[in-house]
């Protein structure tokens, strides 16, 4: 039985321009071991923002032929070069229920799962088995919409920390969802976790769900207390959402100085203490800042990507990460939404301003079924 449905997509085009727009696909019966999951809900992630409006003026927004068009910068067409003329299906993460299966999958069907695999808004959605996880008896498709992307990633930090050997962590824009569960994380496991958030009320949000460390990065005495909360947790490596600017190199700076406060003898090459600044987000669009001596020479900045980590610990270690997921879906790793929105609301002009700037605590739930 074939399966047709309307799914979401972006194109860049040779004429520097960007169109999103609903296009109708229909999948073939799922071979042995494969699915099709009715999409019931379908978070918007910062990641996937980058791929269905990438570089975009969003400015320049324009509805076009049934969907919307938008201007790509002279000095950001370099960097989509290679997806030009693609129409690419949008959407990580998701949840549904399995309306087919595969010979070697019929335990699945008509069970209610959560998605990873790309391509998840849309009302249909083949996979293979291997990338759908069953939902816990009683747990709604939101509740598994998120069960991926920001749960793996906030534990993947902590695992990042231990098998480099590091003790405590320093987190931007640590207010989001992902925030919210790395501190609930670091809690139940006892890591000391530094986070940094753009104002009072993220802070309280934090700090209501039990952080310790929390600073506001507008607050003028901001870098000294930075440097005081990593001297008290000893943090030496940190994960930065924002990206652009110096946050992460004042950051590095903070642990610098904070090392210094130990050192026993003066050294030009600056303190012994490694320290690392892992990129995971943009949230600032603009050039990374580095002060570079200001921290001396034990210093590393590099990007931090779901996949490759998850590739690089392992089947043992993904597979317990998995299975934390799971057990506590509707506790450490609940998500809250904003707001629920259909596939046709996703192109309503207003409403994509409004999902597009990535505010924190405005998280929107996107299903396809509606």
């Known amino acids: 039985m074939a399966y047709t449905g309307k799914e979401l997509r972006s194109t860049a085009t040779e004429d520097g321009r960007l169109r999103l727009a609903l296009e109708e696909v229909t999948l073939d019966a799922p071979g042995a071991d494969e ?133 405590a962590i320093v987190h931007t824009a640590a207010a989001s969802n992902l925030g919210q569960m790395l501190q609930k994380i670091c809690l139940a496991d006892g890591v000391p976790l530094v986070n940094v958030v753009r104002s009072e009320e993220q802070a309280a949000i934090l700090r209501d769900i039990g952080a310790t460390h929390v600073l506001n990065s507008k607050d003028a005495d901001f870098r000294q207390r930075l440097t005081d909360a990593i001297a008290a947790t000893e943090a030496t490596i940190a994960f930065d959402a924002i990206g652009g600017g110096s946050l992460g190199s004042d950051i590095v700076q ?52 779901l996949t490759p980590f998850m590739q690089k610990a392992g089947g043992e270690v993904v597979g317990r990460m998995r299975q934390r997921v799971v057990d506590e879906l509707t506790t450490t790793f609940a998500s809250r939404y904003t707001r629920t929105i259909g596939l046709a609301e996703a192109l309503d002009p207003e409403v994509l301003r409004a999902y597009e700037r990535k505010a924190t605590g405005e998280k929107y739930l996107i299903d396809p079924s509606r």
């Open 254 to 305: 903070a642990m610098e100085q904070a090392a210094n406060r130990n050192m026993k003898e003066y050294s030009r090459y600056g303190s012994n203490s490694f320290k690392q600044l892992y990129i995971y987000g943009a949230l600032d669009l603009a050039p990374t800042t580095l002060n570079r001596l200001a921290f001396g020479f034990q210093w590393s900045v590099g990007g931090w990507l």
């Open 35 to 167: 699915v099709i999951v009715r999409v019931e809900a379908a978070p918007i992630n910062p990641s996937d923002l980058g791929l269905l409006l990438g570089p975009a003026d969003v400015a320049s927004m324009a509805q076009a032929d049934g969907g919307l068009s938008f201007d790509i910068p002279e000095s950001r067409r370099g960097g989509v070069r290679a997806r030009l003329g693609q129409s690419l299906p949008v959407g990580n993460e998701g949840a549904g229920t399995v309306v087919a299966a595969g010979e070697n999958a019929r335990a699945l069907e008509g069970k209610r799962v959560g998605m990873l695999g790309g391509g998840m808004y849309t009302q249909f959605r083949k996979l293979k088995t291997r990338d759908v996880v069953p939902l816990p008896e009683g747990a709604s498709a939101a509740d598994g919409a998120s069960m991926f992307v920001n749960p793996l990633t906030a534990l993947g930090f902590v695992e990042t920390m231990r098998m480099e050997g590091h003790k």
